[in-house]
């Protein structure tokens, strides 16, 4: 009744340590703003592991500037992406583009006379990301899922069984979703050196 009077602008999607795939679902076909909350009144660190790389349920509030009237604004406009236990949930539009700027792959080499062009897959951020290969190639020293530590720099070994200029690297984002149990996949190009 809320939603339908429009009463309701937004949906916790986390709360403290329960997330809701439900809630997700109501605010896709709702168009409402996703939200991250802890309503924690205890010690944060206690309750979160925080020195164990834990973290509360954040919201994740695209603004075009640090001030209240921008994140308000932004809020109105569901500019945002829930972070729970190392999950991130959101729109593609504002999904993507997070994960995309939190892993950065750059340019490729061949190794020596070989068809294997090795990357370093960067991640920039304090979460740590799992991928599955969603390409035809294969790596020669990882299976099908990485996992990219906070942080870190992972090399990959690419058999791209003949030697290519470019090539386009597609990988699902296991610890991100864009609907209940959906995984978005997200595209690089990379160039060969």
Same mark, same amino acid.
């Given at each position: ?9 937004g ?11 439900e !809630?997700?679902?109501? !605010?896709?076909d709702? /168009?409402?703003?996703?939200?991250g909350?802890?309503?924690? &009144?205890k ?10 790389g834990?973290?509360?349920p954040?919201?994740l @509030?695209? !603004?075009?500037e ?7 604004a !932004? ?5 945002t992406?829930v972070?729970?236990?190392n ?19 750059k340019?490729?080499?061949?190794k ?7 990357v @370093? ?13 969603h390409?035809?190639?294969?790596f020669?020293?990882?299976s099908?899922?990485? /996992? ?6 992972? @090399?990959l ?7 290519l ?5 597609d990988?699902e ?9 959906? &995984?978005?996949?997200v ?7």
């Open positions: 009744m809320l939603i339908k009077e429009k009463l309701l602008d949906i916790e999607v986390a709360n403290d340590q329960s997330y809701y795939d !809630a997700l679902q109501i !605010a896709l709702n /168009n409402l703003t996703m939200l909350t802890s309503d924690i &009144h010690l944060v660190d206690w309750d979160f592991g925080v020195a164990q834990g973290h509360r954040l919201t @509030v695209f !603004a075009k640090k001030s209240s009237q921008e994140i308000k !932004a809020l109105f406009a569901r500019r992406v972070y729970y236990k999950t991130l949930a959101g729109k593609d539009e504002f999904l993507i583009p997070l994960i995309r700027q939190s892993l950065i792959i340019n490729g080499s061949y020596d006379n070989t068809d294997v062009l090795t @370093v897959i960067e991640n920039k951020t304090n979460a740590e990301f799992t991928l599955r290969n390409t035809d190639f294969t020669q020293n990882s099908d899922i990485i /996992n990219i530590k906070p942080a870190d720099k992972n @090399v070994e690419i058999k791209t069984k003949q030697r200029k470019n090539i386009k690297l990988f984002i296991l610890n991100a979703v864009h609907a209940p149990n959906i &995984h978005p996949v595209s690089w190009e990379i160039q060969a050196e």
